[in-house]
């Protein structure tokens, strides 16, 4: 039998390049030795989205949209909406028996989040869970390994601690999973922050246009000690040349050398990366353009891969319930 992939986003608006290095990079280069499922997240978006529900379909589709026209192949991996299967909800409240307050309140990531969300004088208890219910959303389908950006390390952590607790407690059911890191963990954002993120409005997303992207990319933040073009520049520190790492493999050395050498400014780098990410997104945005526009056809995709990936949950409650012995009228 083939291993299991399973990784996905949240929906809260449409994916950018830090999703893209970051785990979609992995999750099509994974497929075909893979069994792959991808999952919507749009109880974990509520989390941070619950006054806004009304924006949830569209980002559904949006973020269904993006992994198809990055090269997610329906054919053979599920792409599945999380709140449309009920077992992972009924994994969750089993797993939280598990895990300890303290335990989720020191995760890294969502101290990081709480203080974007102003959470931090009053946090949701399903703000502070999500990450146990990203442990069930890994573990019901047993998958083996997890494609992630840097960020998300922490709750694949609890997530095998999870895995151990619960098998040594119940017997052998759920499956430890590996987390998988890309060349890029973690894309920085325009603006030079830690990271792209949409709360944080720094992102280039995969459906901008040509202009927005040239737009963004000028704006972008450099080497603050560069001032002449021939200033000799820090390229560890720069943005724009982490970009060029992430996107541009055949040149970026060459890039590197000319930056400290002073013999390339930050424009005419600039003008460098404007091309290759246009280039990088222009069959992206064609394949989007395709779906975006086959919103009937896009539906039929999740709701297969629902199909698919609820049966599996089926099997696996199965299994859960017997070992936790709640399984009366069997
Ligand atoms: N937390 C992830 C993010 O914010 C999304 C996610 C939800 C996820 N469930 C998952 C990622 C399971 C990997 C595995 O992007």
Do not use: W
């Amino acid at each position: 039998m083939k291993k299991r992939v399973l990784t996905g986003d949240r929906p809260t608006g449409p994916l950018h390049l830090g999703h893209y290095v970051g785990t979609i990079i992995n999750r099509v280069k994974l497929q075909k030795e893979y069994e792959t499922f991808i999952i919507i997240a749009d109880v974990q978006a509520l989390t941070t989205n619950f006054e806004h529900p009304e924006l949830l379909k569209n980002d559904v589709f949006q973020v269904a949209v993006d992994n198809l026209a990055c090269g997610v192949d329906p054919n053979i991996s599920s792409i599945f909406i999380q709140s449309m299967i009920p077992e992972i909800a009924e994994l969750t409240v089993y797993y939280s028996m598990l895990v300890s307050v303290n335990l989720l309140s020191h995760n890294p990531t969502i101290k990081t989040e709480a203080k974007q969300y102003n959470f931090e004088k009053s946090m949701p208890y399903g703000f502070l869970g999500y990450p146990v219910s990203q442990a069930a959303d890994i573990t019901f389908c047993k998958a083996n390994l997890v494609p992630v950006g840097e960020d998300q390390l922490p709750h694949i952590e609890l997530t095998r601690k999870i895995v151990r607790k619960f098998n040594q407690l119940y017997g052998e059911v759920l499956v430890e999973p590996e987390p998988l890191l890309s060349h890029m963990p973690r894309l920085p954002g325009l603006d030079g922050g830690a990271k792209m993120s949409k709360s944080l409005g720094n992102c280039i997303y995969l459906g901008d246009s040509k202009e927005v992207v040239e737009k963004k990319i000028k704006r972008a933040v450099t080497d603050p000690k560069r001032i002449h073009p021939t200033d000799l520049g820090h390229p560890e520190v720069c943005t724009v040349f982490t970009y060029h790492k992430a996107f541009n493999q055949n040149d970026y050395l060459e890039i590197e050398h000319s930056c400290r050498e002073g013999k390339i400014g930050c424009v005419a780098c600039k003008e460098k990366l404007i091309s290759v990410i246009n280039q990088f997104l222009e069959p992206i945005r064609e394949r989007r353009k395709y779906y975006e526009e086959r919103k009937k056809e896009v539906m039929e995709i999740l709701y297969e891969g629902t199909k698919k990936a609820k049966k599996i949950a089926e099997e696996t409650l199965e299994e859960v319930r017997a070992a936790i012995k709640i399984d009366y009228f069997k």
